[in-house]
C-alpha cells in the first residue's frame, strides 16, 4: 500500500511536468501550502488506526482548516492574482448592490451557524462571520443544529429541520417563520428597513440531494413570495424594504463549453480550467440551476415582470420533471430510442442554454437578486466526509493507497481550480 508522503511527491511531480501548467503548479510552489500538505503525509502511520473514520476525520478536518489558512493568504498577497480576480468580477452598476447606506440592516442566513470559537470551516460560517463583524447589523442564522455556545450579541440562531422537506406547506412555514423574525415593519417611514436573505442551501451528497436543493429553493420562494405581499393599511413590505436574495451559487452551473481562464502568476503563464457542466455532475449542475430559476420566477414575480415569469416558468417544471426521472442518478446520459422526446429529458445543449439564460435574467433582476458566482472547489466538511468515507471504504477494498494518500489524491487534484473558503465568501458581496 502506498503511503501518503511517496504518493504526494509522486502527485507533485505530475502537477509540474503538466502542460499546460495550471493554477496547481501556482499553489505547490507557495512553501506554506506545501509545509499543510506534507504535513498532513508525514503522519500516515500517527494518529492511531487511520483506518476508522472517528480517528480519520478529524485529521482530514484539521488539515482542511490549515489548507484553507494558507490558500487565502496566498489569495490575498499575491497582487497578480488579486488582479486576476479583479478582473473576472467587475462591479455591476446598480446603487442597490449595497446595503452599506441603510439605516437598518438584517441579514438572514439560511443553512449556516456561527462557528464554535469562531473557527469557520464551511463558506456559511465565514459569510456569517463577516456579517456579524458589521455591528450595525442584525444577523439570523437558520440550520439544523442546536448552538449553546455563545454568539457575538448581534447574531441570533434558530435551528430547524424541515426547510427542504418535500411538504411544501411544511417547509415555506419555517422558512416564513424566519422571514417574520426580521422586524421589517410595514410603515412609510420606513423606507431605509434593509433586508438580504442568503441562501446557502445546496446538496451533493447524501439522501435524495438534487430533489432537496429544488424543495429547499421552492420553500423559500413559497414564503418569500407571501412574506413581501403581504400588506397592511394598503401597505405592502416588499414596498417598503430594501430587500435582496443572495443564492449561494456553483461554477459547475456554467456551461459545458465555457472556456478556462488564462493567468500570469509568479512569471508563469498558467490555465485554471473551469469547474462547469460535465458529465459527472450533471444532475447536480442542473438542481442548482432549478434553484436559479425558481428564484428568478419569485423575484420576477414580486417585481412585475410577468414577461420573465411567463418564460421561466416551463423551464422550471422541466428541469423538476428531470430531476425527478434521474433520482440518485447524477450523471448525464444520452438520450436512447425515443428519449429525447421525454417531456422530462434534458440534453447537455439544452442545459447550456438554461445556463446563459440564468445569468442574463439575474442581470435584469439585479436590484434584488444575486447569484454568488466564482465558486468552483472549496475545501469544507461537505468534502471531507465523503473524500474520508471513501478513503477508508477504498483501503479495506485492497486499494493501493493508504487512507491519507487517497485524502490527497482528491485534495492535490483539485487545487488546479480550488480556491480558499474566504474567496468562496466575498462572491456573495460582488
Known sequence: MKQATDHLDTLIQDIRSQNPKTLAYWRVANEPIYKVLHDFASTDSEHGDSSQLDTLLPQVQTFFDALNVQLSLQESEDADYR????????????ANNTTSSMTTDVSIVFGGKYPADGKTRSISERLITKLSDRKETAVITVSRSNISYDMPINCRHVALQNLDDADASLGSAEF?????????????EDGEQGLTLYLTLGQH???????????????????????????????????????????????????????????????????IPSYKILKYNFTYAMSKLGQYFLLIKTVAQLTSRMDIVEEVEPIVAKIRASVDAAGGNGSYSPPENDQESAPSFISMDELDQYSRRSMELEQELQDHLQFAKGISICYTPLHAVPWTQQAIASSG???????????????????KNAISIDQAVECHFK
Open 83 to 94: 488582479a486576476y480576480l479583479k478582473s473576472k468580477s467587475p462591479e455591476t452598476a446598480t
Open 176 to 188: 416564513g417563520q424566519i422571514l417574520d423574525m426580521a422586524g421589517i415593519e410595514q410603515t412609510q
Open 205 to 271: 451528497k447524501g439522501v435524495n440531494p438534487f430533489r432537496r436543493n429544488l424543495q429547499g429553493a421552492n420553500n423559500f420562494c413559497v414564503a418569500l413570495e407571501k412574506y413581501m405581499e403581504s400588506e397592511e393599511d394598503g401597505i405592502r413590505r416588499k414596498d417598503v424594504c430594501k430587500w435582496r436574495v443572495v443564492l449561494t451559487g456553483t461554477d459547475a452551473t456554467l456551461p459545458s463549453d465555457y472556456p478556462d481562464s488564462p493567468v500570469e502568476l509568479s512569471n508563469n503563464s498558467l490555465q
Open 397 to 415: 477494498s485492497g486499494n493501493s493507497l493508504s487512507p491519507k494518500a487517497f485524502v490527497l489524491e482528491q485534495v492535490v487534484k483539485r487545487l
